[in-house]
């Protein structure tokens, strides 16, 4: 129900009671591009989340762009047609609060083998922008190549490119998997008998087992690989770290075969975590007894599904849990800088065994119709207490002292989504503080459909292939959004690429400090 005859007025597509609501698909029987905007307008119309906090004027957007996309005619083959085409989308998209939003426009283009697919991120504009690219730049430099990616990745700015897990864990504290003598190839043959039928291997290592031993738990056999796999000589890892524990999540897919048909694998680091409990270290400005974490992703419940993968996670998040429960430990820190988000569930995991009862760090806004503004009430989200239903695996040790003790969360630009809502967890917390820099603006709830929930993400036909939208809206405990913007941080600690690359990490250092001076 609209909300005020001035908005009755203003948004009258949205409000007209007469309008019958179609599925995007609906609009394409005449195969026109007017028929194809058509079909995203209403899309957009009927299943975004965000219209009540985006600027755009989506009804300008109609009265605007509906006959440009008129005199294109036909959808065909045309190179100039599909240019100007994608251009008006780009335009129409390019500024979208919506930090998840992606949208991917089909072109069968005889320039392009198999066609080419156009793909607009506001989000990543908005980071390419604050670095100086302009609209043109962009659009120029993603379209008609089907790597949207890679080509605007060179336009964001230094921490997104630079200051990511792997990079702090090498910079900071010496690990050597990145550097040019660490072979993962031949890594991955040693230990291929631990792949899951996806091709992923987890390999544990820690100070606790320097040589490659098995070890049996409740819940299956682990084993620990040698420390001298990923650790140099000059590592600072054991003078920072009383105890640590590193697990790395290698995807060791078949790229191709050889001359004999052998199987040829390509191997990469899909994901990397790391925990450990400090000693006193002054250059690092760490002081003892600070539990401290990073993560490249929100991948744990993911692995916790594969029989062969389970049991290392299970291991590794049962080490960072002894960490936390140590009755010594004085604060936390927790590093999502180029974290890019991922599964829910893993924030039970993660920092449920702090809590004794469940944290509300937030509310949740859905679409309950198809009208622009139907949103429900807001509803609270929680983060909800682990530790009994992970008592296999934590025993009978509590880490619920940490909850009113020091915590920080340090992030960048490129800390998205559930790292988001670590922010907002953190920050419910009695001592929790955000340092570093802003965060990218992407809180909704992915996955849904316009089919059960009014909202998410769709398609129109063969030609828009994907919208990329979530379902629902999170803001903070404060009932505040900050899509689009990013969280901001208490403690706003700039970022210095030569210094990050000596292993100089104002930012940890920062977090490291603060901890210590609220102990």
């Given at each position: 129900?609209?909300?005020?005859?001035?908005i009755?007025?203003l948004?009258?597509?949205?409000?007209?009671?007469?309008?019958?609501?179609?599925?995007?698909?609906?609009y394409l029987?005449?195969?026109?591009?007017?028929?194809?905007?058509e079909?995203?307008w209403?899309?957009m119309?009927e299943?975004?989340?965000?219209?009540?906090?985006?600027?755009t004027d989506?009804d300008?957007?109609?009265?605007?762009?509906?006959?440009k996309f008129q005199?294109?005619?036909k959808y065909?083959?045309?190179?100039?047609k599909?240019?100007?085409?994608?251009?008006?989308f780009y335009?129409?998209s390019?500024?979208l609060?919506?930090?998840h939003?992606?949208?991917?426009?089909?072109?069968?283009?005889?320039?392009?083998?198999?066609?080419a697919?156009?793909t607009?991120?506001?989000g990543f504009?908005r980071l390419?922008?604050a670095n100086?690219?302009?609209?043109?730049?962009?659009?120029n430099g993603?379209?008609?190549?089907?790597?949207?990616?890679?080509?605007?990745?060179?336009?964001?700015?230094?921490?997104?490119?630079y200051?990511?897990t792997?990079?702090?864990?090498?910079?900071?504290?010496?690990?050597?998997?990145?550097?040019?003598?660490?072979?993962l190839k031949?890594v991955?043959?040693a230990?291929?008998?631990?792949?899951?039928?996806e091709?992923?291997t987890v390999?544990?290592?820690?100070?606790?087992h320097?040589?490659?031993?098995?070890?049996t738990?409740d819940?299956?056999k682990v084993?620990y690989?040698s420390?001298?796999e990923?650790?140099?000589?000059?590592?600072l890892?054991?003078?920072?770290?009383?105890?640590?524990?590193?697990?790395?999540v290698?995807d060791n897919?078949?790229?191709?075969h050889?001359?004999?048909g052998?199987?040829?694998?390509?191997?990469?680091i899909?994901?990397i975590?790391?925990?450990?409990?400090?000693?006193?270290y002054?250059?690092?400005?760490a002081?003892?007894?600070v539990v401290?974490?990073?993560f490249?992703a929100?991948?744990?419940?993911?692995?916790?599904e594969?029989?062969?993968t389970?049991?290392?996670?299970?291991?590794?998040?049962?080490?960072?849990?002894?960490?936390?429960a140590?009755?010594?430990?004085?604060?936390l820190?927790?590093?999502?800088?180029?974290n890019?988000?991922g599964y829910?569930?893993?924030?039970e995991y993660?920092?449920?065994?702090?809590?004794?009862?469940?944290q509300?760090f937030?509310?949740?806004k859905n679409?309950?119709?198809?009208?622009?503004?139907d949103?429900s009430?807001?509803?609270?989200?929680?983060?909800y207490?682990?530790?009994?239903n992970?008592?296999k695996y934590y025993?009978?040790?509590d880490?619920?002292?940490l909850?009113?003790k020091?915590?920080?969360?340090?992030?960048n630009?490129?800390?998205v989504?559930n790292?988001?809502?670590?922010?907002f967890?953190?920050?419910s917390?009695?001592?929790g503080?955000?340092?570093g820099?802003?965060t990218?603006?992407?809180?909704?709830?992915?996955a849904?459909?316009?089919l059960?929930?009014?909202?998410?993400?769709f398609?129109?036909?063969k030609?828009?292939t994907?919208?990329?939208?979530?379902y629902?809206?999170?803001?903070d405990?404060d009932?505040?959004?900050?899509?689009?913007k990013g969280?901001?941080p208490d403690?706003?600690v700039?970022?210095?690429r030569?210094?990050f690359s000596?292993?100089?990490?104002?930012?940890?250092?920062?977090?490291?400090?603060w901890?210590?001076g609220n102990?």
């Amino acid at each position: 129900m609209c909300v005020s005859i001035f908005i009755t007025l203003l948004l009258l597509v949205a409000c007209d009671n007469s309008f019958n609501p179609k599925a995007p698909y609906e609009y394409l029987d005449d195969g026109t591009w007017s028929g194809i905007f058509e079909g995203y307008w209403h899309g957009m119309n009927e299943n975004y989340v965000f219209w009540d906090v985006d600027g755009t004027d989506w009804d300008r957007v109609y009265s605007e762009y509906l006959p440009k996309f008129q005199a294109l005619g036909k959808y065909d083959d045309d190179d100039g047609k599909n240019e100007t085409a994608a251009r008006y989308f780009y335009d129409i998209s390019c500024n979208l609060s919506d930090g998840h939003y992606g949208f991917t426009l089909h072109l069968d283009d005889q320039m392009f083998s198999g066609g080419a697919d156009f793909t607009v991120m506001p989000g990543f504009n908005r980071l390419a922008k604050a670095n100086g690219y302009s609209d043109a730049d962009i659009f120029n430099g993603t379209y008609g190549t089907n790597e949207y990616g890679s080509n605007i990745f060179p336009m964001l700015p230094d921490e997104a490119r630079y200051e990511r897990t792997p990079n702090i864990l090498v910079n900071d504290f010496k690990f050597a998997f990145l550097k040019d003598g660490a072979n993962l190839k031949d890594v991955i043959t040693a230990h291929s008998a631990y792949k899951n039928e996806e091709g992923k291997t987890v390999l544990l290592y820690s100070e606790e087992h320097g040589s490659e031993t098995e070890v049996t738990k409740d819940w299956g056999k682990v084993k620990y690989f040698s420390n001298s796999e990923v650790v140099d000589g000059s590592s600072l890892v054991d003078q920072v770290f009383s105890k640590w524990t590193l697990m790395i999540v290698l995807d060791n897919k078949v790229s191709s075969h050889d001359g004999a048909g052998n199987a040829v694998y390509g191997v990469g680091i899909d994901t990397i975590a790391f925990c450990g409990i400090t000693r006193q270290y002054d250059a690092l400005g760490a002081p003892s007894d600070v539990v401290y974490t990073t993560f490249s992703a929100f991948s744990f419940a993911g692995y916790l599904e594969g029989d062969k993968t389970a049991p290392s996670v299970y291991e590794y998040l049962s080490k960072f849990h002894s960490y936390k429960a140590d009755g010594n430990a004085k604060g936390l820190v927790l590093d999502v800088r180029g974290n890019g988000g991922g599964y829910n569930l893993d924030r039970e995991y993660l920092f449920g065994d702090i809590l004794s009862t469940p944290q509300l760090f937030g509310y949740e806004k859905n679409k309950t119709g198809y009208n622009r503004f139907d949103f429900s009430g807001l509803f609270p989200v929680y983060v909800y207490p682990e530790s009994e239903n992970l008592k296999k695996y934590y025993g009978n040790t509590d880490a619920t002292h940490l909850y009113d003790k020091p915590v920080a969360v340090i992030t960048n630009n490129l800390s998205v989504s559930n790292s988001e809502m670590t922010v907002f967890f953190v920050k419910s917390l009695p001592k929790g503080r955000q340092i570093g820099g802003r965060t990218f603006g992407a809180q909704g709830t992915l996955a849904g459909n316009y089919l059960d929930l009014n909202a998410g993400q769709f398609t129109v036909g063969k030609y828009i292939t994907q919208v990329y939208t979530p379902y629902a809206q999170i803001l903070d405990a404060d009932k505040e959004s900050h899509e689009g913007k990013g969280c901001a941080p208490d403690e706003v600690v700039a970022f210095n690429r030569d210094d990050f690359s000596l292993g100089n990490d104002a930012r940890l250092e920062a977090a490291f400090r603060w901890v210590g001076g609220n102990l």
